[in-house]
């Protein structure tokens, strides 16, 4: 990733197992691949390993749709727990 534009830092554990991993998400400059078709890079460093790039019809898309990770964070919670930086729950705990 060239350009860093945007970065949230977690801690993540497998549920229940009380262990705290780090983990940065970055987003960096979208670019154009071809008229109509734009990307922009996603870097979820300490949870996944190399993402494809998040695509969209414009720059503007495809910046929205990389940064929008609360879908894949939702998706992820049911294996793992979610922190901020400072150890408070990421999402509300369900009843």
Do not use: H
């Not at 990770?69 to 919670?77: C, G, H, R």
């Amino acid at each position: 990733m060239n350009e860093i534009i945007a970065e949230r830092r977690l801690l993540y554990g497998k549920k229940s197992s009380g262990e705290r991993i780090p983990l940065t998400i970055r987003v960096g400059r979208p670019y154009w691949l071809q008229p109509e078709v734009a990307a922009c890079p996603l870097e979820w460093d300490g949870l996944f390993g190399a993402l494809p790039d998040v695509q969209g019809a414009d720059l503007l898309q495809a910046l929205y749709l990389a940064a929008d990770v609360e879908p894949m964070l939702k998706a992820q919670s049911k294996k793992y727990d979610f922190f901020f930086a400072g150890g408070e729950p990421y999402f509300d705990s369900e009843p």
